[in-house]
């Protein structure tokens, strides 16, 4: 049985080290696949630029999703996903160190699944992240995956 991929979006190379290592702290080995802005995301989600010769039927589990992203915010890339087919259904959890609560009406009027505030002591952001793996790799029932039929 292939790993299910988590898909990280997330521009700070400590926000990335920190999420990847509570990740194995907790024996969560999924494939993880970081890209670092919102562009980057779209063109690996969209099969597009370098991620051109990916199968765009093979989704990640989840998306850890920050906001405050360079080039396409993350807000943007949920609108993106939630407006296509194929994507609309992936679960998408935002993980940001945001405080505003427009941002959290925001990605819950787009369709954000979760939102989790990036807690600031390492052992309580472990722990969030164990959370997050142990809900929505183990416990939820993601949707099936959804093929389009061609005319």
């Known amino acids: 049985m ?17 999420t990847i290592q509570a990740l194995q702290d907790n024996n969560i080995s999924n494939k993880i696949i ?12 969209f099969c ?23 080039k396409k915010n993350g807000l943007e890339v949920l609108k993106k996903i939630r407006e296509n087919e194929i994507t ?25 699944n979760s939102y989790v505030r990036k807690p600031v002591d390492f052992e309580q952001f472990s722990n969030a992240i164990k959370q997050l ?3 929505w790799l183990v416990i939820n029932e993601a949707p099936p995956k959804k093929r389009i039929k061609s005319d």
Request: net charge negative; proline share 5%; no cysteine.
């Open 2 to 18: 292939e790993k299910k991929i988590i898909l990280l979006v997330e521009d700070s190379p400590d926000d990335e080290y920190l």
């Open 34 to 45: 970081v890209v670092h802005d919102g562009y980057e995301a779209m063109e690996y989600l």
């Open 48 to 70: 597009s630029g370098k991620y051109v010769e990916r199968d765009i039927y093979d989704l990640p589990e989840i998306i850890l999703l920050d906001i405050n992203l360079p």
């Open 88 to 112: 609309e259904l992936l679960p998408v959890i935002i993980l940001t160190s945001s405080k505003e609560e427009q941002d959290m009406y925001l990605g819950y009027k787009l369709g954000a």
């Open 133 to 135: 793996g142990l809900y």
